[in-house]
C-alpha cells in the first residue's frame, strides 16, 4: 500500500529520466478518491442515460449514429486532456513509472485470477440486469 506523507520532500524519486511517485499527502488521498467516485458515477449515469435513449431508436442507421454519438460524449475526456494539456506535461505523466502495489492479504498471489473473474461476472451481471430492466421498461410503454 502507498504510504501517505506529510512531507512534499518525500513523495518523488528521480532515476535519470524517469520520475516516481513513493507516496501521496492526505489531500491528495482524498482528492484521487473524490475524482474516481465522480468519473464512475458520471460514465454510469451517461452510459444509463444513453442505453436508455439508445433503446428508443427506431431505424437502424439511427441507432448507429446514436452509438456513435453516445461512444464520442464517453470519450470526450480523453480528447479534452489531449487537447488542453502540453504535450511537456503528457510526457512528464506518461514518464511516470507504474505503482506497485502489494496486497496485504496476499489474496492476489493465492488467487491470480480472482480480479479477472469477479470482474467478468460483475459487468456479465450487470448487463443482464440492465437488459432485463429496459425490456421492462419497453414492455410497459
Known sequence: ????VGNLDDIFSRDGDDLEILAITHRAKWVCILITLYRISMTSF???VGCYFLMWTSTNIELILNALALTFILELDHITYNATIASSRQNLIASLK???WSDPTSCASRYPNTAALTMGFS???S???TTYM???IQRAA
Open 1 to 4: 500500500q502507498m504510504p501517505v
Open 46 to 48: 451517461i452510459a444509463g
Open 98 to 100: 507504474r505503482l506497485s
Open 123 to 125: 459487468v456479465l451481471g
Open 127 to 129: 448487463s443482464c440486469i
Open 134 to 136: 429496459i425490456r421492462w
